[in-house]
């Protein structure tokens, strides 16, 4: 009979199913992507089916019998501190969770269904982008608006990008033997945040009630005044398109038509707008860096992780520009070269690859 030790690990967006094999020493057996979820009365559950029917015909499983558990990557988890096995009160919060994450929970509660159905006898475990920063305190959480108002709404600072945040905290702690106890980490990737972390536990993060506030990203604002957004609704005489607007149109492509960073950099010394991206980029990235190092007395270590962080030595460069004054002092030729270590002062400057999958994985390890 096969073993039960391999794990499962979906993450059901609006369009995609993402999927990677674990085995329980976190091995990492394969990963892939199906795409066009949605479009021709393709479901996640035909999706699924194909995850599934894929790993038999390559032979990362002989058998459904070897997966122990099923990880899901949940974007939204309210107020769940940790990541849980999935029962009903567990799926309750997930869908509760749903007005306040409406692009992402429903499709993650839609893949939770196909599997429970496709493999009704394997537990499924619960792993949350808003956990980890479930210790911010209030007063960096707290919106200033009447709280009536917020407590009504469940309207406040969650944060996201917490399991590539706990990851990197993890793979600290098993590099140095603690986690640095003043730690800025950098998520730069198409979404991109910024999160002060003191002693091991989140402090401060960029991003807010939704994955919109923040670091300019690659196709959303970030910051911005919801002025402005209330002129533009003013002025088109509907909201519905804002959203769309602020999401989609926004950030790196609104500003220069592509989010693609590597095209962006090729561009910058002869485009304009180019330019202007990165060096907005940057900017709020530098504006952010300075402010987290006052929220946290100091900084230590300060890490740059995800597609950005890890392969753009330019932003790594100009972000940290200027930061001298506060010992970050930036090795021009190993930046370059995207080495691990990449400072010089008495701030540790890193580059690490991230790997959302792994720790899900690894959660999954230790609850089942
Ligand atoms: P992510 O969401 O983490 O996949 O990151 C996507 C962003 O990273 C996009 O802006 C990409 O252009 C950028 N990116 C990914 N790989 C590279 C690379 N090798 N060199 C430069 N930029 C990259």
């Known amino acids: 009979m096969e073993q039960r030790n391999k794990i499962l690990i979906l993450n059901c967006g609006s369009s995609s199913v993402k999927y990677a094999l674990f085995t329980k020493s976190e091995k990492q057996l394969t990963k892939g992507i199906i795409s066009h979820v949605g479009e021709k009365g393709k479901t996640h559950h035909h999706a699924i089916q194909e995850i599934l029917k894929q790993l038999l015909q390559k032979k990362y499983l002989h058998s459904y019998n070897e997966i122990c558990a099923v990880g899901h990557r949940v974007v939204h988890g309210k107020d769940s501190t940790?990541?849980?096995?999935?029962?009903?009160k567990i799926l309750k919060k997930i869908k509760e969770a749903s007005v306040l994450a409406p692009l992402h929970n429903p499709h993650n509660l839609e893949g939770i269904s196909a599997i429970q159905k496709i493999l009704p006898k394997i537990p499924n475990i619960?792993?949350?982008?808003?956990?980890?920063?479930t210790t911010i305190p209030e007063v960096a959480a707290t919106y200033g608006i009447?709280?009536?108002?917020?407590?009504?709404?469940?309207?406040?600072?969650?944060?996201?990008?917490?399991?590539?945040?706990?990851y990197i905290c993890e793979e600290r702690k098993k590099e140095q033997g603690k986690i640095p106890s003043r730690l800025i980490v950098c998520h730069l990737g198409n979404g991109s945040s910024i999160t002060a972390i003191k002693n091991g536990k989140s402090v401060e993060t960029s991003m807010g009630f939704t994955p919109m506030e923040g670091l300019l990203m690659g196709t959303r604002a970030g910051d911005i005044d919801v002025g402005a957004v209330f002129h533009i609704a003013k002025m088109q005489n509907e909201c519905r398109s804002i959203d769309h607007l602020l999401n989609f149109e926004s950030g790196l492509k609104g500003i220069a038509g592509t989010n693609?960073?590597?095209?962006?950099?090729?561009?910058?010394?002869?485009?304009?707008?180019?330019k202007l991206a990165i060096d907005?980029?940057?900017h709020r990235l530098q504006k952010y860096i300075g402010a987290y190092t006052a929220i946290l007395g100091g900084i230590d270590t300060?890490?740059?992780?995800?597609?950005?962080?890890?392969?753009c030595p330019w932003i790594r460069e100009k972000s940290c520009q200027g930061l001298e004054f506060l010992g970050i002092q930036l090795d021009k030729e190993k930046n370059w070269k995207n080495k691990a270590k990449i400072s010089r002062g008495k701030v540790n400057v890193l580059v690490m690859k991230t790997n959302e999958e792994k720790m899900i994985a690894r959660e999954?390890?230790?609850l089942v």
Not at 82 to 88: C, L
Not at 126 to 133: L, S
Not at 302 to 311: K, L, M, P
Request: glycine share 6%; hydrophobic share 35%; with cysteine.
């Open 82 to 88: 940790q990541s849980s096995i999935i029962n009903k």
């Open 126 to 133: 619960a792993v949350f982008d808003t956990a980890f920063h």
């Open 146 to 166: 009447p709280q009536k108002v917020s407590k009504k709404y469940h309207i406040k600072r969650y944060g996201f990008h917490g399991i590539s945040y706990q």
């Open 260 to 274: 693609d960073m590597r095209i962006l950099w090729k561009k910058y010394f002869k485009n304009k707008n180019a």
């Open 280 to 282: 907005i980029y940057c």
């Open 302 to 311: 300060i890490v740059f992780t995800a597609g950005i962080g890890e392969n």
């Open 364 to 366: 999954v390890s230790r």
